[in-house]
């Protein structure tokens, strides 16, 4: 059972390496809140940080060390929204990914947002649209999703509530870290290049229209930022 | 397309790799390294072509105990199944010894790593299509054996055909991305890794080797290659973009670096390789970090599609170093001049390590399930033998205690016997009893399936001829004896015996005494005489009259009534019933053993011979360890 009173908990899970706890640490604001390497295994364990509305929990990854399957499936169950991160460096969904989807038998999928990593290293338009519709393909021939037009997760009652995703995110957190040390229109355009204020928009309406910890405002970008 | 980023140049290290190629081709060629031993090798694969073309598939007796018979079918199933996967193995190995002939003054290197690693940009910069030389490598691609265009590199698994470039000494092949989403990559992925000298285990540096990725790896190694490759370990997409903003342009900008993590990448790489059981392939060489989008843009190229953007900055190449692809170049290139001979000369042996180990994973089991299957058998034959012992006890007890009731019933006591119906009986109950502990005692050890064999033991004929010769009649018969002039002649010759002695006795007696003791000792001694006299003188008399008499025949008439031997009879039926009983059972225990057992038997040990034929093939010890536990 999710206990709301906590806070809207956002889970990020994916294979190793995929980026999870950069994002999560994005989303907070705060660098190194969840520590992350180039190696597998770094997120050893689930690590919890309440973060304004939300509950960010940081997963180990999929694939890694120690078989942490059976403990995200735990964590994904409980997740008010799964982020599931995948790298645009590896290309499409690999088959541990796709098993591992299979597992949490898509009964999250109306709450699981994909997000893709890695964006920013480097940019290129054509990998981000190449991988998202290979990404795509792969969920709508293995799990019959479809993405949703309306570019929320589960409401669009032409495809039914529980056969649609929302787009994907495409994030990239170097340019959002750079953000922090510019100002007028480079850290404008280095925002919207990193499209983590986008996700948290996103985030953000799903915690306000939940319920829990109604008190909580949640962090502004502009707030983080500064 | 051809890039014209560097005209006429190429990095130094990649020209002396090159040239090194170009020297061990000419060095090697006509293929003496390994020549030998690749005919050798296959000589063998095609022997073992030809035997694996028989079939194994025994036929099972009628009678096979239920256990035995399920157990043999399914290691009869896996053996098939052995086959035909051995078959496939075997048409692979003859491809790879027909691949190995057309390259054997090159050297096999097989790039190996998970899909989007970036296997296939690094073949192109390897092959030299991002340097503008006229010796760059000729590209192939499937069916196309000298493609005019670079292989394709694309952001999802592109790669589903074999593919790759030759320069002069060298065959470097773009395997399939291992963990494939598809099964007819990972299929290809496997084919080719019993091709190569030389692999290039390949990792991208974004997730470095993930313990499912290096058991797979470890996984198609064992199954298409030998356990002593060689093998060179290799971080891809060595890079990262860093971000800026261009308030000319008003745009965000990246540059391109090499990584800082190389001690950690390079830590956690080995220790994966050694995990999975790998790191003695690589040796003591620490992992390569390339990054082929580093040394394109180095050269000027667009990072993933090596088109030419601009002119290289002077003095490019010691920035060009940074990629890590020079450090690659002159590893190949060491590895090249050191062992490059020694690589193609032990293919064969390695080829034929990984195809004796496919045999010997796919049948050993077999073997060692065949020689299980052989002991049970003997076991069987054993426990046949003393369950007949235990039958024909127990029928020939059984049937004989039936026997005189039978014949009492059918009147052998009262004169009117119906010998007919008491032969028919007591076959009739001879049968039975037959049956019941052939079935009882068999059905123990034959499973339940006994009763497949009843048609066959039912033509058995389980009759005996026993011959009634009783006396029906009173009748007299005529006889000789001496049993009457024996006892007159004994009595005879006792009394006369008696007299004579007493008197001769008398006599002397009185005559001795007389010597002694005139008068008195006279009659002493003659009365003592007399006495001693008659009782020697009557035990011969008698013994001599007996004698005389026995001389004189005399002829009786006899009357013998009817039935008068019918407990002789009834014995002797007895005897004979209990007896045959025992006989069948021992006949039907031997048929039962000659029909399941023994084809058994021979089945099974011709399918052992058959099998260690197949692994003998390669000949390594185990065989004969095999051979001794199925015979």
Known sequence: MRDRRLGYRVVATGIVNSGKSALLSALAGQTGLFPSADVPGCTAKVTTEPVGPWLLVDTPGLDGPGNPLPEVLGEVRKADTVLWCHSLRQGELRPGELAALAQMRLATAWRTCFVLTHADDPPDPDRQAIVSGRMAAQLAEAFGLAMSPAGLMGRDPGIGPRRCLRPFDIVGVKAYWLAHSRSGEARAALLACSGIPRLRRFLDHLAAGHGPRSDARPPATSEVLA | ?631
């Open chain 2, 1 to 631: 397309m051809m890039s014209t980023s560097v005209p006429g140049m190429a990095p130094a290290a990649w020209s002396r790799w090159v040239d090194t190629l170009a020297h061990f081709e000419a060095a090697t060629a006509g293929g003496a390294a390994g020549k030998a031993q690749r005919r050798l090798l296959e000589s063998r694969v095609r022997k073992l072509r030809t035997e694996l073309a028989g079939t194994a598939s025994p036929g099972l007796p009628k009678g096979t105990p239920h256990g035995l018979e399920a157990k043999l079918r399914e290691l009869i199933g896996g053996l098939r199944a052995g086959q035909a996967r051995l078959v496939d193995d075997v048409a692979a190995a003859l491809e790879d010894i027909e691949q190995a002939a057309e390259n054997e003054d090159r050297l096999v290197v097989l790039v190996f790593g998970e899909v989007n690693a970036g296997k296939t940009a690094l073949a192109l910069h390897m092959a030299g299509w991002d340097f503008d030389v006229p010796r760059r490598g000729r590209l192939f691609c499937g069916p196309d054996l000298d493609c005019a265009r670079r292989l394709v590199e694309f952001p999802v698994e592109a790669t589903r055909e074999y593919q790759g470039f030759r320069l002069p000494g060298l065959l470097w092949i773009d395997c399939p991305g291992v963990s494939s989403c598809t099964a007819e990559n990972a299929r290809l992925a496997r084919r080719l890794v019993s091709r190569a000298d030389l692999i290039l285990f390949v990792t991208s540096s974004d997730a470095p080797f993930k313990p499912s990725e290096m058991a797979e790896l470890a996984r198609l190694v064992r199954a298409g290659g030998s356990p002593d490759l060689a093998g060179l370990l290799v971080i891809t997409q060595f890079d990262e973009a860093l971000p800026d903003y261009d308030p000319a342009t008003r745009k965000v900008t990246w540059s391109l670096v090499r990584k800082g993590s190389y001690e950690q990448q390079a830590a956690w790489a080995l220790e994966s390789l050694r995990e999975a059981g790998l790191a003695h392939l690589v040796a003591d060489r620490p992992p390569l970090a390339v990054s082929t989008h580093l040394a394109r843009e180095t050269l000027g190229l667009e990072w993933t599609t090596g088109k030419p953007l601009r002119v290289p900055a002077a003095g490019w190449e010691p920035a060009y170093a940074a990629s890590g692809i020079p450090a690659l170049c002159a590893a190949l290139d060491e590895i090249v001049k050191t062992r490059g001979r020694e690589l193609k000369a032990s293919w064969p042996q390695k080829r034929e390590a990984a195809l004796s180990a496919r045999l010997e994973d796919t049948f050993g089991g077999s073997l060692a399930a065949l020689a299980q299957i052989g002991a049970q058998l003997d076991k069987l034959a054993r426990d046949l033998d003393l369950a007949g012992e235990r039958a024909a006890q127990e029928a020939s007890e059984r049937a004989a205690g039936r026997v005189a009731p039978c014949l009492g019933g059918n009147g052998i006591y009262r004169g009117d016997f119906d010998a007919k119906t008491a032969r028919r009986e007591l076959a009739d109950h001879l049968r039975r009893r037959v049956d019941e502990a052939v079935r009882r005692h068999a059905g123990r050890v034959l499973d339940s399936n006994l009763r497949s064999l009843d048609r066959e033991l039912a033509a058995y004929d389980a009759t005996i001829r026993l011959e009634i010769d009783l006396q029906r009649k009173t009748r007299t018969i005529r006889r000789t004896s001496t049993t009457r002039g024996r006892a007159v002649g004994g009595a005879t010759g006792a009394a006369a015996g008696t007299l004579a002695g007493a008197w001769a006795g008398a006599e002397g007696g009185a005559a001795l005494g007389t010597l002694f003791l005139p008068g008195l000792g006279t009659a002493i001694g003659g009365i003592l005489g007399g006495l001693l006299g008659a009782v020697f003188g009557g035990a011969g008399g008698r013994a001599v009259g007996r004698w005389a008499g026995a001389q004189v025949q005399e002829t009786q008439v006899v009357e013998v009534p009817a039935g008068s031997n019918a407990a002789d009879v009834v014995d002797k039926a007895t005897r004979k019933v209990g007896k045959a009983a025992g006989r069948l059972v021992r006949e039907r225990f031997a048929l039962l053993k000659g029909s399941v057992v023994i084809p058994l038997q021979r089945e099974v040990k011709a399918l052992a011979d058959t099998v260690e034929g197949w692994l003998a093939t390669f000949g390594t010890p185990h065989r004969a360890a095999g051979s001794r536990r199925a015979s």
